[in-house]
Nanobody, 118 residues
Framework: VQLQASGGGLVQVGGSLTLSCLAS????????MGWYRQAPGKQRELVASISRGGGRINYADSVKGRSSISRDNAKGAVYLQMNSLLPEDTAVYYC????????????WGQGTLVTVSS
């Protein structure tokens, strides 16, 4: 399984963008999917996650109310819409998937850079 993240770029404060992550290979065993980010000099942190059925969604406090995560199980895809972007949202964003059969098995995308300019 390979995950390809896209949608990052340069955006002004207050702007919006949508990140996409598409999987290649077998997508039938995808459990929880999510987005993490890592800013320069900081640890990687969870931004948002969504359960397999979509009934359980979690957001980091820093993006709550400004972001929306969704998924398409048929495509093995996960999306993150971010609004009202702030300079502190600048980071490399990584998509992440946990196997529904064994939560010790997970996959990471290659990362997509989001830069919010003021």
């Amino acid at each position: 399984v390979q995950l390809q993240a896209s949608g990052g770029g340069l955006v002004q404060v207050g702007g919006s963008l949508t990140l996409s992550c598409l999987a290649s290979g077998s997508v039938h065993g995808f459990g929880t999917m999510g987005w993490y980010r890592q800013a320069p000099g900081k640890q990687r942190e969870l931004v948002a996650s969504i359960s397999r059925g979509g009934g359980r969604i979690n957001y980091a406090d820093s993006v709550k109310g400004r972001s929306s995560i969704s998924r398409d199980n048929a495509k093995g895809a996960v999306y993150l819409q971010m609004n009202s972007l702030l300079p502190e949202d600048t980071a490399v964003y990584y998509c992440h998937v946990v196997s529904v059969y064994d939560d010790r098995i997970d996959y990471w995308g290659q990362g997509t850079l989001v830069t919010v300019s003021s």
